[in-house]
């Protein structure tokens, strides 16, 4: 699977951005897909994921209610909906492919075995 994510830019505190990524390959559909972020400095992190049915669906605390992943395995496509968004939502944003089977795995970016080349995401004041 290969993946590119695009839809990053600049937008305002409080505004929205709407993240995608393109997969490529036959197999999208048996892998869950996630979002994961690494500001400066930081370690990668997690944001959300969505199981390969799309059934079920995964955030970190910091993003619940703002944003929203959903997937479309027609056009083998995973999307990041981001509102509200904070200057703590800066950083570069990566989509990752999982092709594992443990829901609680999803969280962890050791569990991903394809990774795009990541968009940055700048929140300003």
């Known amino acids: 699977v290969q993946l590119q994510a695009f839809g990053g830019g600049l937008v305002q505190a409080g505004g929205s951005l709407r993240l995608s990524c393109k997969a490529s390959?036959?197999?999208?559909?048996?892998?869950?897909m996630g979002w994961f972020r690494q500001a400066p400095g930081k370690e990668r992190e997690f944001v959300a994921a969505?199981?390969?049915?799309?059934?079920?669906?995964l955030y970190t605390n910091s993003v619940k209610g703002r944003f929203t992943i959903s997937r479309d395995n027609a056009k083998n496509t995973v999307d990041l909906q981001m509102s509200s968004l904070e200057r703590e939502d800066t950083a570069v944003y990566y989509c990752a492919a999982n092709g594992g089977i443990i829901y609680s795995s999803l969280a962890i970016p050791s569990s991903y075995d394809y990774w795009g080349q990541g968009t940055q995401v700048t929140v300003s004041s």
């Open positions: 390959g036959r197999s999208f559909t048996r892998h869950s």
């Open positions: 969505i199981t390969a049915s799309g059934a079920s669906t």
